[in-house]
């Protein structure tokens, strides 16, 4: 019987991970939002970044939400990309057409 005390008072006074996964929620939700943001490279560029860095910042810290910060990093880094290609094919479509009218 004292054993199951022992080890009933040391579930009670072990500290439980509550929630944690807000830095994950977060990731994700960044992520989201600078893939919808892709065509303003301003945005896209802070919202991905930011999503990156608490996704990375979430799986290096063990947090509750794996798959979250996983998305997040992975939603921020195609919007990324996307954002740079994009804004790169738009300035050589620029150049073109300036070079065109000469």
Known sequence: MDEMNQIQNQDENTPHKSGGSGL???????????????????????????????????????????????????????????SVILTAVVLYGIHQFHVFWE
């Open 24 to 82: 994950s929620i977060a990731s994700m939700v960044l992520g989201i939002i600078s893939l919808l943001t892709i065509c303003f490279i301003n945005y896209c560029l802070v919202l991905g970044i930011s999503g990156i860095i608490f996704g990375g910042v979430s799986i290096y810290r063990k947090n509750q939400g794996k798959g979250f910060a996983i998305a997040g990093i992975v939603c921020s880094s195609i919007a990324i990309a996307g």
